[in-house]
Every structure is written in structure tokens, then in C-alpha cells.
């Protein structure tokens, strides 16, 4: 089945280190996302790559950097300059070219300091 | 830019009473508009989308929506709520101007109780 995969469901970070979240689709988009959840914030848009190689940062890039060397690959890496990591990350893909398509999304990763 | 207003951070309604939730966007092209359902510690999950022609939408697990352009409002409606309709709504707006993203709302946190 096609879908957008995100691991490790949970993780948890030390202060002061960077951690990968992973997320993988087979849906074939070209676009794919990575949005912030916070308890009555609603969804806020950290990076965005439209194609490969390349990505743009959304509203609250500070202190995240991800990387797309491949169609079907987006990874989040939260560094230590993150000061407030705890949260819950979803990743999603858009099929471009069309734009009444809609996003697809993973089952999230709930990143959480300790 | 676009925007979306969710009226309602919290919803509460009584099972098998009428559920509304409420939805206003802000737009200057012809939007493409997406309500979207997240259950506990899940992702984003499609419930229905307007892009163009009718402006009654029907949706998965009995929701439709309205498009009402004059009021720049889609709001989610349901004629009788179900224990498992319990859930957080996002409402989302597509970005014009060639980028693919989605603009959310805050979200809706609905409760139906007995």
C-alpha cells in the first residue's frame, strides 16, 4: 500500500543533542513537508522541499535542517539550538502539478527533552 | 496570503445532536479548501476537500461541508454525532502561487459525550 512512513514513532532527546526523525513515502509526490504540533497551535510548517535537492524553509526553520537526496526521503534533524523541541512532528507529500490534490500525512513522531 | 479562522478551539456536543464546526478563509485566487480529522497521537486524515464546481461537499463517515463564498466560509457539518466522531478538525487552505503547501487553522477539538 502507498503511504508516507515516520520513525520512530517516539523519541526522546538529551539537551544538547541532535536527532534525525525519518520519513519515507512511496507515494511517488515530489513535494513533501514537515509541520510542528503543539497543543492549540495547529500545524506550523518547518521545511518544505518541492523537489529533490532542493528544500525552503517554512515559519519556524529555527534550530531544525533537513536534507532531500532522494524523491522519496525527507529527514528532520532537531538540533541542540532547538531550545523548545518538544512536540509532536508530522511529516506529509503533495502531489504537485494539480492543485485540488491533497496532502497525505504520516502517523507522526512525538519528539519529547528529557 | 491566505489564511484559515477556526471559530472554536472546543466543541462539545451531546451523541446524536447536530455537530458544527466552524471554518473561514481568507483568500484572494479561488481557494481550494481541505477539513482534515486527527484522532489521539495520530496523523492528519482526509475528510473532505473543495476545489471547484458543487459547493456542497461530501466527505468519509457521514460529514459534508458548504462552501459559501460570499461569507468565505466552509464550514463541517454532521446531522447526528457518533462517540467516535470524537477527534481534532483542521481546516486547510491551499497556498497559491506555485508553492503546494497547506495553510491550517488552530483546530477544533470535538467532544461528544452521551
Known amino acids: 500500500d502507498g503511504g508516507i ?11 544538547g543533542q541532535n536527532v534525525t526523525l525519518s520519513c519515507e513515502q512511496n507515494l511517488n509526490h515530489d513535494a513533501m513537508y514537515w509541520y510542528r504540533q503543539d497543543p492549540g497551535q495547529g500545524l506550523r510548517l518547518i521545511y518544505y522541499s518541492q523537489i529533490v535537492n532542493d528544500f525552503q524553509k517554512g515559519d519556524i526553520a529555527e534550530g531544525y535542517s533537513v536534507s ?5 526521503s525527507f529527514p528532520l534533524t532537531v538540533t541542540s539550538a532547538q531550545k523548545n523541541p518538544t512536540a509532536f512532528y508530522l511529516c506529509a507529500s503533495i502531489r504537485t502539478g494539480n492543485p485540488n490534490t491533497e496532502a497525505f500525512f504520516g502517523q507522526g513522531t512525538r519528539l519529547t527533552v528529557v | 496570503a491566505q489564511s484559515v479562522t477556526q471559530l472554536g478551539s472546543h466543541v462539545s456536543v451531546s451523541e446524536g445532536a447536530l455537530v458544527l464546526l466552524r471554518c473561514n478563509y481568507s483568500s484572494s485566487v479561488p481557494p481550494y479548501l481541505f477539513w482534515y480529522v486527527q484522532y ?5 486524515q482526509l475528510l473532505l476537500k473543495y476545489t471547484t464546481g458543487a459547493t456542497l461537499v461530501k466527505g ?3 460529514f459534508e461541508a458548504e462552501f459559501k463564498k460570499s461569507e468565505t466560509s466552509f464550514h463541517l457539518t454532521k446531522p447526528s ?3 467516535s466522531d470524537a477527534a481534532e478538525y483542521f481546516c486547510a487552505v491551499r ?3 506555485g508553492y503546494n503547501k497547506l495553510i491550517f487553522g488552530a483546530g477544533t477539538r470535538l467532544a461528544v459525550h452521551p
Request: charged share 30%; no cysteine; proline share 7%.
Open chain 1, 68 to 72: 532531500r537526496e532522494k524523491k522519496e
Open chain 2, 95 to 97: 497556498a497559491s502561487g
Open chain 2, 60 to 62: 468519509i463517515n457521514g
Open chain 1, 5 to 15: 512512513t515516520q520513525s520512530p514513532k517516539y523519541l526522546f532527546r538529551k539537551e
Open chain 2, 40 to 44: 489521539p497521537n495520530q496523523g492528519l
Open chain 2, 81 to 83: 454525532a457518533h462517540m
